[in-house]
Nanobody
């Protein structure tokens, strides 16, 4: 069983920065991807950024140039450096781990979520 433990959310003024961390524990397969999703009030959960086990990064258009995702593969930890934050970045941020199983399907795990609030 995989557990994802997030930290680093909080309240920040517009233009400020936050760094989210997510540590994965348990049995993790070699082909995987870790990422961050967010859900703003009244909206569906959507991808913010992801990074695969081979290092390929993907970002939502709204955060390109402002957010940076990185991984410490030895620690099974993913980070999201959030700079130039805007009030519209306010959301609950969820860590995500996808693992490719032997039969080709992906097993998805979620963290509990951490609140990010950006004041104007």
């Amino acid at each position: 069983q995989v557990q994802l433990v997030e930290s680093g959310g909080g309240l920040v003024q517009a233009g400020g920065s936050l760094r989210l961390s997510c540590a994965a524990s348990g049995s993790i397969l070699s082909i995987n991807a870790m990422g961050w999703y967010c859900r703003a009030p009244g909206k569906q959960r959507e991808l913010v950024a992801s990074i695969t086990s081979s290092g390929t990064r993907n970002y939502a258009d709204s955060v390109k140039g402002r957010f940076t995702i990185s991984r410490d593969y030895a620690k099974n930890t993913v980070y999201l450096q959030m700079d130039s934050l805007k009030p519209e970045d306010t959301a609950v941020y969820y860590c995500n781990l996808g693992q490719r199983m032997g039969d080709g399907h992906w097993y998805i795990s979620w963290g509990q979520g951490t609140q990010v609030t950006v004041s104007s």
